[in-house]
């Protein structure tokens, strides 16, 4: 049973305008959690991160929102631009322990 | 933000052969290292959890005898895949703890032929 849920696994979105990816999770025990990006053959890059004590983190054009209660969170980015198309993965831990995976989001950026 | 190296980042070995990845962390000491691979369109999957100075802790399904992790020090983990079958063939990517937060390795593309 996946406890880490990303259940669009692609999105297009146009260049400048906002790209919204969503992530589920299924233990409530989680309270640490991180996007990471990833370009083909590459390792993931770390993107942003979010605490169960916070509901809003964000860097740049990168705003991470967590609704505990509905076990959700989501990346926004805005403005999306062609360098953002990758691969976007959302990872749930306790304590920043042992990280569990999405099985990721590939966002493509068309100009 | 911290950096950790993974070597090699793409090695083609035999059937048989055993083939060793390295995952070093340039500038922290990590008592924690992780070991994933990536199937084709799946999500990362933990295989092992490494420990300085202790016996790595696998995940359920991954044979810990072909799997050899090693965690000799505090910036460098191992892992070796003995005696690898074609099966074996997939992209490796170990991270490094620091605080609560992981940095990835740029990950290891192993062909198995």
């Known amino acids: 049973d996946q406890q880490v849920k990303q259940n669009s696994p692609s999105l297009s979105v146009q260049e400048g305008r906002i790209s919204i990816l969503n992530c589920d999770y299924t233990n409530s025990m989680f309270d640490y959690f991180l996007w990471y990006k990833k370009y083909p053959a590459e390792g993931p890059t770390f993107l942003i991160s979010?605490?169960?004590?916070?509901d809003k983190n964000e860097d740049g054009r990168f705003t991470v929102f967590l609704n505990k209660s509905a076990k959700h969170l989501s990346l926004h980015i805005v403005p999306s631009q062609p360098g953002d198309s990758a691969v976007y993965f959302c990872?749930?831990?306790?304590?920043?322990?042992?990280?569990?995976f999405g099985p990721g989001t590939r966002l493509s950026v068309l100009p | 933000g911290a950096v950790v190296s993974q070597h090699p980042s793409w090695v083609i070995c035999k059937s048989g052969t055993s083939v060793k990845i390295e995952c070093r962390s340039l500038?922290?000491?990590?008592?924690?290292m992780f070991w994933y691979r990536q199937f084709p369109k799946q999500s990362l999957m933990l295989m092992a959890t490494s420990n300085e100075g202790s016996k790595a802790t696998y995940e359920q399904g991954v044979e810990k005898d072909k799997f050899l992790i090693n965690h000799a020090s505090l910036t460098l983990s191992t892992l070796t895949v003995t005696s690898a079958h074609p099966e074996d063939s997939s992209f490796y990517i170990c991270s490094a703890q620091q605080g609560t937060e992981a940095f990835f390795g740029q990950g290891t593309r192993l062909t198995v032929v």
């Open positions: 979010i605490s169960s004590i916070k």
């Open positions: 990872a749930a831990s306790r304590y920043g322990q042992n990280f569990v």
């Open positions: 500038d922290f000491q990590a008592t924690t």
